[in-house]
């Protein structure tokens, strides 16, 4: 990736950051888990996926589904950076006048299907991706899965079909943030060691430092990895990454910030100073 | 009657592309599609979850998925992928429970969908139809078909023993009404059979009885439940489910909410298992049948003691 692309892409990023810490003040969101994989969503958006905000009906876009759903403030943040939303809508986060919750509605332009009951959107996008086989289409599909969310069975179920059926044109793209909701995934249900499993699922595998765009280009670039079944990116990413008072912290997955906790992050984000959180940590689950 | 329940589903596939055929490896009643539809047929293997969930992706990309698998396995192992992913959105998937009830004979209580309905029914965008045997399902899957909405279809291939009406969505099919009855029989389902020979043995005995075949039950046809509580004596539900949320709890919120009141006697399997069994056995051991039902119908007319309107 050349260093122009690169910058680019970060600038996206960091835009997209200062909207979900944003959303974070007022009532809060799942700040933690958003910015773990938000250069993930930019990367897709900008340079991966082809969808037109203007044809957002079109049968030939690629799909990205967000099956975590609670990341969701990395999704409206990069919608609104590349105009398939206004960024002004971002202010409406958690109105009853507007679809911008928790978890994403698909009356939002751009989210393809609602999520937030982990473990469903795999099978959802299988069926996309069966769909498109059938019609002869050249869709990719790319399903956003949590590690924590790995411990549904559906996903293993689901892989298992996917692979007897062959959808090479369905991509997992896993944020590999280390975390459950309250615990690190290898303190409660390990699930190390990850790409093996998924290969002996019949995936082909990569993993990649999922806040590198040069390795997430090389990855997605590379896509299909294989023509029997779906490819897995296990992406290694940071929980609250670009916040270091949060970076990695079990008790900072959902964030509901005051106003001065807001302005302090931003300027940590700049880095420009460190933010002293004062707001008690949540556990919502 | 020479036509299938795989035959209509063929001719439907045949004449729309939009139409596919999905089973969690349920083949029996659909045998002979995989040949005819190629890849419009989809055996995802015993993973209900996954049938639904991709049923809901293929939904999305403009498919009618007709899910045809085990009515437990269907609606309780995959519950919150129905009301998740088809409920909300209201997707139109049209989900297939086979060997309801009943039908499910000596397979025990794992294979006993005597909830399906309660379930479906709890989902605010679902449609319902019991079908009450063959012809009836017949009747209905077009009209199932070319409904927007999801649909939940309690499958029913039993011989049937009355000449069906048209099918129209949230219309009952009423047999004999008079201006005053005895009785009222409201049936939904495979117990059609034994209520239609139940109303002709309290015929033989001097009553009037009308016979109310309810078709589908979300909607429900408010207009006939409530002529048949002002112009019966006594209504009766038949249902081979739970007492609670099928049948009996539609004919009785209906009542509520319109302000009538009425004799009700509900035959239903209560709240228990049925005991294993082949079917002549199985309706005879939960008392479901013709002569069973007539014989409760006589002692409610004759003692007075159906049970209160509300219970």
Redesign the interface.
Same mark, same amino acid.
């Given at each position: 990736m050349n260093d122009a692309r690169r910058r680019e892409l970060e600038a996206v990023a960091r835009e997209v950051r200062r909207h979900a810490i944003r959303m974070a003040g007022g009532g809060g969101c799942f700040l933690g888990a958003s910015l773990s994989c938000t250069d993930l969503v930019v990367y897709l958006y900008r340079h991966f996926l082809r969808v037109d905000p203007r044809r957002l009906d079109d049968?030939d876009r690629d799909y990205l589904l967000l099956s975590k759903g609670h990341d969701v403030p990395a999704l409206y943040g990069t919608l609104a950076e590349l105009d398939f939303i206004s960024r002004e809508r971002l202010a409406n986060h958690l109105s009853p006048a507007d679809h911008l919750y928790w978890h994403p509605n698909?009356a939002v332009p751009g989210v393809?299907?609602?999520s937030g009951?982990l473990?469903?959107?795999?099978?959802?996008?299988?069926?996309?991706?069966?769909?498109?086989r059938?019609r002869g289409g050249r869709n990719r599909v790319v399903v956003l899965l949590g590690d924590g969310e790995l411990d549904e069975?559906?996903i293993w179920?689901?892989l298992?079909?996917a692979r007897?059926l062959g959808l090479s044109n369905l991509t997992l793209l896993v944020d590999r943030n280390g975390f459950q909701a309250n615990v690190r995934t290898e303190q409660l249900v390990p699930l190390e060691p990850l790409p093996d499993k998924f290969a002996a699922f019949g995936c082909a595998v990569r993993t990649v430092d999922g806040h590198d765009f040069g390795a997430l280009e090389d990855a997605f670039a590379a896509l299909p990895f294989a023509a029997s079944g779906p490819s897995v990116i296990v992406a290694r990413t940071v929980r609250g990454a670009g916040l270091p008072s949060i970076e990695a912290r079990a008790d900072r997955w959902f964030c509901r910030l005051a106003p001065a906790e807001v302005t302090a992050l931003l300027q940590e984000l700049d880095g420009t100073a460190v933010a002293e959180l004062e707001s008690e940590p949540l556990m919502v689950r | 009657m020479t036509d299938t329940y795989e035959r209509v589903l063929l001719d439907a596939a045949l004449r729309d592309p939009r139409v596919l055929v999905l089973t969690a490896e349920n083949r029996a009643a659909i045998r002979g599609l995989p040949d005819r539809l190629g890849?419009?047929f989809?055996d =995802?293997?015993i =993973?209900e979850? =996954?049938?639904?969930?991709?049923?809901?992706?293929?939904?999305?990309?403009?498919?009618i998925?007709v899910v045809h698998a085990l009515a437990t396995f269907l609606t309780m192992r995959a519950f919150?992928?129905i009301r =998740?992913?088809v409920g909300?959105?209201g997707l139109p998937v049209k989900l297939v429970g086979a060997v309801p009830g009943v039908l499910s004979e000596a397979n025990g209580p794992t294979h006993q969908a005597l909830e399906d309905v309660a379930l479906m029914r709890g989902i605010p965008s679902m449609r319902v139809f019991c079908p009450a045997d063959l012809a009836d399902l017949l009747a209905g899957l077009p009209a199932v078909l070319a409904d927007p909405a999801p649909w939940y279809v309690r499958y029913c291939d039993r011989a049937p023993v009355a000449e069906h009406q048209p099918f129209h969505v949230g219309r009952a099919e009423v047999f004999r009404a008079g201006a005053r009855d005895d009785v009222a029989l409201l049936v939904a389902g495979a117990l059609f059979t034994e209520a239609w020979q139940a109303a002709d043995r309290l015929r033989a005995d001097g009553h009037t009885v009308r016979l109310i075949n309810l078709r589908t039950l979300e909607p429900a046809d408010a207009g006939a439940i409530l002529d048949a509580a002002r112009r019966s004596a006594l209504v009766v539900t038949i249902e081979d489910h739970f007492a609670r949320g099928g049948l009996r709890s539609v004919v009785v919120e209906t009542l509520f909410a319109a302000g009538v009141l009425a004799p009700l006697l509900s035959i239903s399997c209560g709240e228990r298992w049925f005991t294993p069994a082949l079917l002549p056995d199985v309706l005879a051991d939960a008392g479901f049948t013709a002569d069973a039902i007539a014989a409760r119908v006589r002692a409610a007319l004759t003692h007075r003691i159906p049970v209160p309107a509300y219970a």
């Open positions: 049968p698909r393809e299907f609602h009951s473990g469903h959107l795999l099978s959802v996008g299988m069926g996309i991706a069966y769909d498109v059938l069975g559906s179920e689901g298992l079909v007897a | 890849p419009r989809l =995802t293997g =993973t979850q =996954t049938m639904i969930g991709m049923a809901a992706g293929l939904a999305l990309r403009g498919r998925p919150e992928f =998740t992913d909300i959105p």
